[in-house]
């Protein structure tokens, strides 16, 4: 059973500080993940990594950073946070090829920005 | 870009009722298209998948046609429960271009016994 792994689950922050989200996944996918989910908006792509040392931008990159230390591990940085980036975050790992042709997610961090 | 359109923000029916769940696509090319199943508390998880090479998926009672012409992908069961109540993500990523993963804003569905 694929698994992906988010911690905190829960996060406060205050305006203006450092916030890391961070992600590890045991089925050594290739691909990883970050998207955010807000109502009304489902599922917005932040930034993906192909493997370690890799980020990609996504959609709204704006005012996060990503870093993927190695094939495990996926972090989300916001350096920083604004009240508008309070969020559902979502981190998901995936492999292309014909062993593993979907998306696996984490149950999400729930960060708030006061 | 790429992007997939759900117009429907929120569904409610009854037991035995018939689901249709509406998708549109816009890409330039062919990409593996998905639904994805959340319910309260977790993740998404994948419910159906379907490629180019195969036009429909079928998974759980649920079932989605891959339409190139109308460009669309529909989700429908025949008979929904009350266990169906969920978030459902209609998403897309086309291989030839990155491996991006591109989702809709979701349909809401609340079935009532």
């Known amino acids: 059973e694929a698994a992906v792994t988010q911690s905190p689950r829960n996060k406060v922050a205050v305006t203006g500080g450092k916030v890391t989200l961070s992600c590890n996944q045991t089925n050594n996918h290739n691909n990883m993940y970050w998207y955010r989910q807000d109502t009304g908006h489902g599922l917005r792509l932040i930034h993906y990594?192909?493997?370690?040392?890799?980020?990609e931008k996504g959609d709204i990159p704006d005012g996060y950073k990503a870093s993927r230390p190695s094939q495990e591990n996926f972090s989300l940085i916001l350096e920083l946070a604004t009240p508008s980036q309070t969020s559902v975050y979502f981190c998901?790992?995936?492999?292309?090829?014909?062993?593993?042709?979907?998306?696996?997610f984490g149950s999400g961090t729930r960060l708030t920005v006061l | 870009g790429d992007s997939v359109t759900q117009k429907q923000g929120q569904v409610t029916l009854s037991e035995d009722d018939f689901l249709f769940i509406n998708c549109t696509y816009s890409?330039?090319?062919?990409?593996?298209l998905f639904w994805y199943v959340q319910y309260p508390g977790q993740g998404p998880q994948l419910l159906l998948k379907v490629t180019t090479a195969n036009n429909k998926g079928i998974s759980r009672g649920f079932e989605a046609t891959y339409d190139k012409g109308t460009t669309s992908f529909h989700l429908q069961k025949a008979s929904v429960q009350e266990s169906d109540s969920a978030v459902y993500f209609c998403a897309l990523v086309d291989l030839s271009n990155t491996d991006k993963v591109v989702f809709g804003t979701g349909t809401r569905l609340q079935v009532s016994p």
């Open positions: 990594s192909y493997g370690a040392g890799s980020t």
């Open positions: 890409t330039t090319t062919y990409p593996t």
């Open positions: 998901a790992s995936g492999d292309w090829g014909e062993s593993a042709e979907t998306l696996y």
